[in-house]
């Protein structure tokens, strides 16, 4: 059910059709007439329809000629209703009008990856011109069972490593001095983390899991969070902002960029988590600065129409 229009305020209400004087017209009666009509001034009444909206009424004899449109007024409307099945980026005609954007469906798709690749390039640039930002990373064997093997604190703006060190086990006298530099040198800071994705035991809320608990342990009590904010899940990886500007999906009709599934990284993922962060600082370098490659299936690449040209507020 259409959404009610609700009654316009010190205005006579009429609630049945029956019961609107011949003097007034709403103002698509007004159109209707012959010659045409619009209102000449502002509503006196309105009148109850379809049970919960009111239409406003208009007095006839206030009514005016509509003006009618010139040879060009009407060619440029003729050209517009035209325009509006024409993909404005492949010039392809569709037969439905294609609506706000006016893109195809393959365009449609393009931009929407290609809105994705730039975003993640401004973000890079973001974080990279923020002297606070910092990327905390933890390294680890592969084995996803496997504790954490080292960790290291890189700051993005500079590529300088602020940190490196084992990362102890749990419960121990290093693993505890590991998490007071943690807390010292991200206080106040922009924290990065390398992967919002698998593997779990990469990321830094592993450092904080108590020696009793599985290997797989990845969620810190709110205590924990609140003690250790760099633990708090991250809202910026650098993987995620990858993805993005690589923009890889595993068919060609998803708009959905995703990790390669031959397992293609820029980076490492070693037990080494300085030379890690290193590598994960300069691929946002590479982003920021549009040298990182773009898969060479993206949307935008293979169908020959370019960069999209995208609306920004």
């Not at 005609?93 to 929407?112: F, M, N, S, T, Y």
């Not at 593997?199 to 990845?218: G, I, K, S, W």
């Not at 690589?246 to 995703?258: E, L, N, Q, V």
Request: proline fraction near 10%; aromatic fraction near 6%; glycine fraction near 6%.
């Amino acid at each position: 059910m259409p959404a009610a229009i609700p009654a316009l305020p010190d205005l006579q209400r009429y609630t049945g059709w029956d019961q609107v004087p011949d003097t007034l017209a709403t103002k698509t009666q007004l159109a209707q007439m012959d010659p045409p009509l619009k209102p000449g001034g502002e509503p006196v009444a309105q009148v109850l329809y379809h049970g919960n909206s009111y239409a406003p009424l208009f007095e006839k004899a206030a009514a005016v000629p509509r003006r009618k449109a010139t040879p060009a007024q009407r060619a440029a409307l003729d050209r517009a209703r035209e325009l509006q099945h024409i993909c404005r980026r492949c010039d392809t005609r569709e037969k439905e009008p294609l609506g706000r954007g006016r893109h195809c469906d393959p365009c449609r798709l393009a931009v929407r990856l290609w809105t994705e690749h730039d975003t993640a390039q401004r973000a890079a640039r973001e974080l990279i011109a923020n002297p606070s930002a910092l990327l905390v990373v933890v390294a680890a064997e592969a084995d996803r069972d496997a504790p954490p093997a080292s960790v290291a604190v890189v700051r993005l703006h500079d590529r300088h490593v602020l940190y490196a060190a084992p990362a102890g086990t749990a419960g121990s006298a290093e693993r505890a001095a590991v998490l007071d530099q943690l807390d010292e040198l991200t206080t106040g800071a922009a924290v990065v983390w390398e992967s919002d994705r698998a593997p779990v035991n990469r990321y830094p809320t592993r450092l904080l899991a108590p020696a009793d608990q599985p290997p797989h342990f990845n969620a810190p009590s709110e205590e924990f969070r609140r003690v250790h904010p760099w633990a708090a899940v991250a809202t910026v990886y650098v993987a995620s902002l990858w993805r993005a500007w690589y923009a890889w999906t595993s068919h060609p009709t998803s708009g959905h960029p995703d990790m390669p599934w031959d397992g293609t990284l820029p980076w490492s993922r070693s037990t080494a988590a300085d030379d890690d962060g290193r590598g994960l600082v300069e691929l946002l370098h590479r982003i920021a600065d549009g040298t990182e490659p773009v898969w060479d299936q993206a949307a935008w690449v293979v169908d020959g129409h370019g960069a999209p040209s995208i609306d920004r507020a």
